[in-house]
């Protein structure tokens, strides 16, 4: 046994850090949505995975998305700048995203994951008729690193949503992009919204503080799309018993797509995945776009 282990171990873990940077294209096909919108979350950019969200968004540019879409974790929370977030510049297309708790460095490591997971089953109200999460903002959230992220992504061409819509013509149609702000922080308060007849998307990070608001699509992050996905877990994620990624639109909800982000936690300064390889969303995609997956 001891034999095997030796043998296994260090291929298994040779299988999953390479697993934790194929990244796929996942297309997604939504009723009315505009064409070739693109969706990435948990970037988490640091040194040792700078390279790999080069990639991406190569990638990314590549597709000649109509608007890019991205879904927070920008940072790991260890940051003492923020340089690496010039990475963004290279986006072609319109950027549009909402912060994730590690950009408040709220939750970022096991034991207070777990805490703010807990609070927010028991805490937090997210009805979409008296949504609130104020519970959370116990005054551990690092507003001032977010404030300055925000300013830095700004500065980068990423148009920062914390609580606000924005109303984006798309291909000659017009989409309205809800940001709501981290629930994890306690920060997320969604914003009035004018009754439209267009496209609305909510852009959220924890799905687990969505509510079932007026939209014809709600994207959220965080999971990491459960970052090992063995068969008994990924079976319960597909019966919908848990929610770690993929397209959740039962019992009469407003259709959430989880992803399972571009980048994970790491350990010992190495990214891994099992079964769960890292997206780039592409939502009704082009015939030029479908060619370029092809």
Known sequence: MAIFMLIVLPSMTGYMAWEARAVEVTVLSIDGAPEGIVYITDPHVRASNIDHVREVIREVNRLNPSLVLIGGDFVTGEEEDFVSQE??????????????????????????????????????????????????????????????????LEENGVHVLRNDYARVAVGGEEIVIVGIDDGWAGMADPPEVPATDAFTLYLIHEPSCRADWDADLILAGHTHGGQFLFPVIKQLNDLGVIELAGLFDGD???????????????????????????????????????????
């Open 87 to 152: 990475v963004w510049r290279s986006l072609d297309a319109p950027a549009y995203a909402v912060l994730g708790n590690h950009d408040y460095r709220v939750g970022i490591d096991g034991p207070t994951g777990i805490e703010r997971l807990l609070a927010t089953s028991t805490s937090a109200v997210v009805a979409a008729g008296a949504y609130d999460v104020s519970a959370l903002n116990d005054g551990s959230a690092d507003t001032p690193f977010a404030d300055d992220l925000t300013a830095v």
């Open 252 to 294: 009469g909800k407003t259709p959430t797509y989880i992803s399972r982000g571009v980048c994970t936690s790491s350990f010992a300064g190495v990214e891994l995945r099992f079964n769960c390889q890292p997206e780039i969303v592409l939502i009704n995609p082009t015939e030029e776009q479908l060619r370029a997956i092809a």
